[in-house]
């Protein structure tokens, strides 16, 4: 959901691209149809997703890449090749407690579950679009 949302607020101004990877994720598998539902109540469609496992060569295409748990990042950075690889929650709110936390996985969980983690990323995607940092790194 975090690509497709992330590309979602982004197609306004082009300068950012979001593409989806997991550290375990099969290759080739669509989205869970809760998470399809949801992400589609919200304007967000992920009738096209299929995932892709991430890799060095996944990797490379990034300029920094952003994943929603602290084991999520230690994979990440091993195949980073020295990008930058953060929590998508460092982009939250200090005050509320989920800042550098993980991203509720809603995987087996009911609608109301997905609902929680779709509220969640667009929050910090938001936030990272409104960033400084994002605007450093992707000036150009």
Known sequence: MAAAIGNRLASADGSIEFRSAGTSAAAG???SPLAMAVAWSHGVDLGHHRSTRLSAEVAGWAD???CMTAGHAGAARRVAGGRPVTLLTEWL????GRMGGPVPDPFGGDAGDYETTFGVLNEAIVRFMESDQRKEEHRG
């Open 64 to 66: 920094v890449i952003v």
């Open 29 to 31: 598998d669509p989205a």
């Open 93 to 96: 709110p200090a005050a509320d």
